[in-house]
């Protein structure tokens, strides 16, 4: 197994620390990547294929219509954009944002949201495949079978060496058919469905996972050595809304259960979901909580996919506004990004930590307003470094961090 | 000396990070501080739904409740009848209703056009992260010196007997 160091900074002879306990080591400079074409482009998704190749996705939207692009990473330089999809009618959210995965041997698979109807928040969401490396597309199909006027989003594609993929999604098909007015009733309830595509585009073996969830955070499913994991926030009977996971086993889905058990008790939106990654039998979540008013990025580690995660790692310092993801870099390390508040300006951090939760470094990537504008930074890694990308300036700006090997 | 740059503005922000600072504290529902900032109305940056900045020299002196929520945010759209109704019980009260929305004022503007409500319906350019705002509705309440009095997350109904005596009393919980 490849080992990673990681340091302090040596700039120039001053050696800065960070609050964490910092080794004493060189640390690895963080550098920006430039790309004309992500100007005018917001809503960036990182993921990494099955090859190690980095795939960013984003939006450019110009009020009259749409566009979903991807571009790939190689020696440190963004290629040359391809579009996926566009069209008018749109569903184009800070939070509720497209995605482009690849399984590395010219499988692709894009999902998006539509709106086909006027007032209120009511979106169906497209999937599509590729089988030539985003050449050409197949024609967008409806992901969920539920196809009157609800909110159907926050959807988390992940690929099985197959060629087949597992999609959750937060899906409102128990609110009445909607209008503005339809939000105005707490007694609906947002479910939460994973189904699976198969190669050919076609939508298969829906399933409900969870009957009543929180209304607006991203879901985030993962695939371990055990089967599939999905993480999303939870809404109890009392709403209570922390993080919750069910997990596919030879029985079938378990029944939800809490991570950590915060104690969020809010009737309210977050929009603020967790985030996970999985190696074999390795599984790391994120997620970000404000019980008791006090704001927090926290981490969960399993070593058994999922069965028995460790008490949560706080990862934030003092104050933060979350907007977390996590990216395990290989099988004894894992990468957590998040946007703290310091002195009132947000800050996106990125952590490294041992796979028992030690913290080893920290870095500052940028100032970033937390506005909602600057949507959710994204991250991942192909095993040498850690790619960032963020929304500030009107575009889509991404950063790596080459991790130094023993 | 892009990277060079850029780790050495990272340094500024990590020596920033350290420092513990000197900052005030808020009441909150819970009784417990906020690692807040000196919030005023002013910090709000709330505007009329025509743009123009909402002059808050105009509050001065009035117990001034302010809601923040979305078009998009269901416990939101939940609570606003409950704010209607507390609005009229509270009309004969030095108190003003403001609900504010950080979305676009197009977007703002057209779910007023679906949804009557009397009470003030404002923007806010503030950056609510900023503002401790971690999830929708959130509920301020200044008092009559426009201190920060109260903040309570998530939506509750703003008519019943307790909400109306928080909103018409409360100083400090």
Redesign the interface.
């Known amino acids: 197994m490849k080992k990673e160091l990681f340091g302090a900074?040596i700039?120039?002879g001053?050696i800065?620390?960070?609050?964490a306990p910092a080794p004493s080591e060189e640390r690895m400079?963080?550098?920006?990547l430039e790309a004309t074409h992500l100007s005018g482009a917001s809503l960036p998704f990182l993921s990494t294929d099955a090859s190690g190749k980095v795939i960013l996705s984003y939006v450019v939207d110009n009020d009259s219509s749409a566009a979903l692009h991807f571009t790939t990473l190689a020696d440190q330089q963004w290629s040359a954009p391809v579009k996926v999809a566009e069209d008018t009618n749109w569903f184009v959210?800070w939070a509720d944002f497209p995605s482009v995965i690849s399984w590395g041997d010219g499988k692709m698979a894009a999902h998006w949201l539509e709106k086909n109807w006027t007032?209120g928040?009511n979106y169906h969401v497209k999937v599509s495949r590729s089988q030539d490396f985003g050449a050409s597309w197949n024609t967008p199909v409806t992901l969920h079978s539920d196809t009157l006027p609800r909110e159907h989003g926050f959807v988390s594609l992940v690929p099985f060496p197959s060629g087949r993929m597992f999609a959750s999604w937060l899906d409102g098909r128990k609110y009445p058919p909607a209008s503005?007015?339809s939000?105005?009733?707490?007694s609906?309830e947002m479910t939460l469905m994973g189904g699976y595509v198969a190669v050919d585009g076609h939508v298969e073996g829906e399933e409900l996972l969870d009957e009543r969830v929180c209304?607006?955070c991203q879901t985030s499913s993962v695939l371990s050595d055990h089967g599939l994991i999905t993480f999303y926030r939870d809404r109890s009977d009392d709403?209570v809304r922390d993080i919750a996971e069910v997990r596919w086993t030879e029985e079938g889905w378990t029944a939800p259960s809490l991570l950590g058990e915060d104690g969020w008790?809010?009737?309210?939106?977050?929009?603020?979901g967790p985030q996970s990654d999985a190696i074999d039998e390795q599984v790391a979540v994120v997620w970000?909580t404000?019980a008791?008013?006090?704001?927090k990025v926290q981490l969960s580690l399993s070593g058994d996919a999922g069965e028995h995660p460790s008490v949560p790692i706080k990862v934030s310092?003092?104050?933060t506004?979350?907007r977390a993801d996590v990216k395990l870099i290989d099988k004894d390390y894992v990468a957590v990004s998040w946007?703290?508040?310091?002195?009132?300006?947000?800050?996106l951090k990125v952590a490294v930590f041992t796979i028992d939760g030690q913290r080893l470094e920290e870095?500052?990537?940028t100032?970033i307003?937390?506005?909602?504008k600057t949507g959710f930074p994204q991250l991942t890694s192909d095993g040498k470094s850690l790619i960032i990308a963020w929304t500030s300036d009107n575009a889509v700006n991404t950063a790596m961090i080459a991790l130094k090997e023993l | 000396m892009?990277?060079?740059h850029?780790?050495?503005?990272?340094?500024v922000?990590?020596?920033?990070?350290?420092?513990d600072?000197n900052k005030s504290g808020t009441a909150?529902s819970?009784g417990?501080k906020?690692?807040a900032?000196d919030i005023s109305l002013a910090t709000l940056k709330l505007r009329n739904l025509d743009g123009s900045e909402l002059d808050v020299t105009t509050l001065a002196g009035k117990r001034v409740f302010v809601n923040f929520w979305?078009?998009?945010?269901?416990?939101?759209?939940?609570e606003?009848?409950s704010i209607e109704r507390a609005t009229e019980l509270l009309a004969a009260k030095n108190v003003v209703m403001l609900a504010a929305s950080?979305e676009k004022l197009e977007r703002i503007s057209k779910?007023i056009e679906?949804?009557s409500y009397s009470f003030n319906i404002v923007a806010t350019e503030a950056?609510?992260?900023?503002l401790?705002i971690?999830?929708?509705?959130?509920t301020f309440i200044f008092d009559e010196q426009g201190k920060l009095v109260f903040?309570e997350?998530?939506?509750?109904e703003w008519d019943s007997p307790e909400s109306i005596k928080l909103i018409n009393e409360t100083n400090k919980l």
């Open positions: 900074i700039v120039g001053l800065l620390k960070g609050c400079p963080v550098q920006k959210n007032g928040t503005e007015h939000g105005h009733d707490l609906n209304d607006c709403e008790d809010i009737m309210a939106c977050p929009v603020n970000f404000a008791d008013e006090t704001p310092h003092k104050s506004v979350g946007i703290e508040v310091v002195e009132e300006t947000g800050v870095w500052d990537i100032e307003s937390t506005e909602r | 892009r990277v060079i850029i780790v050495l503005v990272c340094a922000f990590m020596l920033a990070a350290c420092s600072g909150t819970s417990q906020l690692a900032k979305a078009t998009w945010c269901k416990p939101c759209l939940a606003m009848p950080d779910f679906k949804n950056d609510l992260g900023i401790e971690f999830a929708l509705p959130t903040k997350t998530g939506a509750r």
